[in-house]
Nanobody, 130 residues
């Protein structure tokens, strides 16, 4: 059974940092990219970042570029989202999800399209106070 379990959310002041973790099990970690998605209150879910576990290639939404960093520990089947310089608009639920790696070079085109993702975690709440 595929499982993704996020942790690390919480309440932080603007300008602060959090590190989210995503523990994966039940699938071959190297065959799937890990995406992180953000759903702000009352808004649709949107892609934040994505990482290819085979070569470490990363993709970021413009809104988080230079502030957020995604990484993997392939041996432990863990994915991370380091969030720095947090802003009130970063508030919401953060989800990790997996997508089967597409043909080489194609991941960037689907990284932020949630309908391509197969499995999702339950989400972790991040609240940034101003």
């Amino acid at each position: 059974e595929v499982q993704l379990v996020e942790s690390g959310g919480g309440l932080v002041q603007a300008g602060g940092s959090l590190r989210l973790s995503c523990a994966a099990s039940g699938f071959k970690f190297d065959d799937y990219a890990i995406g992180w998605f953000h759903q702000a209150p009352g808004k649709e879910r949107e892609g934040v970042s994505c990482i290819d576990p085979t070569d470490g290639s990363t993709y970021y939404a413009d809104s988080v570029k230079w502030r957020f960093t995604t990484s993997n520990d392939n041996a432990k089947k863990l994915a991370y989202l380091q969030m720095n310089d947090l802003k009130p608009e970063d508030t919401g639920v953060y989800y990790c999800a997996t997508v089967k790696l597409p043909a080489r070079g194609a991941l960037g085109r689907i990284a932020f399209l949630d309908y391509f993702y197969d499995y999702w975690g339950q989400g972790t709440q991040v609240t940034v106070s101003s």
